[in-house]
């Protein structure tokens, strides 16, 4: 069977480009509010289609940007792209003043020894910034069918990925944990329109999950297609799952 929204897919990569439509002009916001330096070193984990990669390298010295199936597209000559699981690679100490993940540290089983190897790249007062999605206002929807699909795509993901859909729900304790100083964090939600943006988002998920969503016998196929109509129904409004920033500075 193929990998579980494998970036590979023509319809995981338009998904994650529609991700990164949503995320972008936060995340830019972010790092520029942080300082973003001209002679900065960058890691930017889970780069995707780069789209963050490049911004980066349009403003600071070296990026490098760390996948561990790059698909990344026009990437400038201040860009070196690693083919690595974040998991398991090891880096230089001491080596980036911006340490960047969104939508990867969800996905990693061991989370918070994660965060302190990447707290150890950091220079000294070095930054972390850690994105990730959390599933409450899916799990606490007024729609029955969409909170169902909820728990069925989040056990998925659980057993296939080893994905907690709740991790970031923590932010900021796991960076505070790890010993950074001025720490904060933010939540970002939004309505969802059925058939705007964060709702396909979720179709296209569903789309990639549904049959293993029937496996786990918590929902059937005629459900998940009533969950799929639904969110491109444009009488529908709910919630998305919520996205939650996370930063710290090295001392």
């Not at 993901?157 to 944990?177: I, K, N, Q, S, Y």
């Not at 904060?184 to 990639?208: H, I, K, N, P």
């Amino acid at each position: 069977m193929a990998e579980v929204l494998d970036p590979q897919n023509a319809t995981e990569r338009e998904r994650l480009e529609l991700v990164e439509e949503e995320q972008d002009p936060a995340t830019t916001a972010l790092l520029t509010r942080l300082g973003l330096h001209s002679s900065w070193r960058c890691l930017e984990v889970g780069a995707g289609a780069g789209s963050i990669a490049r911004w980066l390298a349009a403003r600071c010295a070296h990026v490098v940007a760390l996948d561990r199936k790059p698909v990344l597209v026009e990437v400038p000559a201040n860009v070196d792209v690693v083919a690595a699981d974040i998991a398991e690679v090891d880096l230089p100490a001491a080596s980036f003043d911006l340490v960047h993940a969104r939508a990867v540290l969800t996905h990693v089983p061991d989370r918070d020894a994660t965060i302190r190897r990447m707290c150890g790249w950091l220079r000294p007062g070095g930054w972390l910034v850690v994105t990730d999605p959390a599933s409450f206002p899916v799990d606490s929807s007024p729609y029955p069918l969409v909170r169902k699909a909820g728990r069925a795509a989040s056990a998925v993901v659980r057993e296939r990925l080893g994905t907690d859909p709740d991790w970031a729900r923590t932010f900021p304790r796991p960076l505070l944990d790890a010993g950074l100083v001025d720490v904060d964090a933010e939540c970002t939600l939004r309505m969802m329109r059925g058939g705007t943006r964060e709702a396909v988002m979720m179709d296209l998920m569903y789309e990639q999950l549904g049959d293993l969503m029937v496996q786990t016998g918590s929902i059937t196929r005629d459900e998940i297609a009533a969950v799929r109509t639904l969110l491109n129904d444009p009488s529908y409004v709910d919630l998305p799952p919520a996205v939650i920033r996370s930063w710290g500075r090295a001392p």
